[in-house]
């Protein structure tokens, strides 16, 4: 039985996981239908991608079950295709909005920090929640960590805790809460707005965000210090320091 089903409405594609009863696992073979999907939609002339699921778990993660069953082989093939499959959300030129309406936990948590926004009903809550036990949350963390930064994203992962749906939004792991009631309003709101214009200006647009933002700090400092360097020199930029220097109101030109 299929663990998830892709529908389109409009210019929108929906992706909705649809194993409640197993708390919508991230196995193997979901994770290879959900990249399916996501390949699909990102071929299509769709404007953008929903991520959604059912049942009262958003999703629980990795399927504990099934890693029991596997070798360290078998757990590194697993990991390579949630890799994939998050990576995937990154280079597809559609923006990818999580619906996150309960808890989202661990690789759950991941696909929620992978996607490029996300909007969360009031009662969602998320976790790592390998500092509880035994198998730290190593790869969720890569995610999730380039939302949250360093202090909360260590405090996620070593205290296993929970955060609710308001704290997320003020870390950075979602956009923006709404009552539960109104989360398909806010949800299409925020997809309204953010597939105007020009469409391939936009896939242009999140394909070199990403790549900015991937930089290693030796990069990142390397643009930016031949920027500042520049804007020092010349400009509003050296108008400003002279200004301090000389105790006087700058005169900016711009």
Known sequence: MPALT????????TITLTAPER????????????GAALDDAAGSDALAV???STGAVWSTGHDLKEMATLDEAGLRELFDTCTAVMRRIEVMPQPVVARVHALATAAGCQLVASCDLAVAAASARFAAPG????????TPMVAIARNVGRKRALELAL???EIDAATAADWGLVNRVVADEDLDVAVADLVQRVTRGSRS????GKRTLYAQMDRTIDGAYEVAIDVMARSAATGDGAEGIAAFAEKRPPRFAS
């Open 6 to 13: 892709s529908t389109r409405d409009d210019d929108v594609v």
């Open 23 to 34: 708390r919508n696992p991230l196995s193997t073979s979901t994770l290879r239908e959900l």
């Open 50 to 52: 929903v991520l959604a």
């Open 131 to 138: 500092g509880r036990g035994g198998l730290f949350c190593h």
């Open 159 to 161: 205290t296993g805790d």
């Open 201 to 204: 200006s936009k896939a242009v």
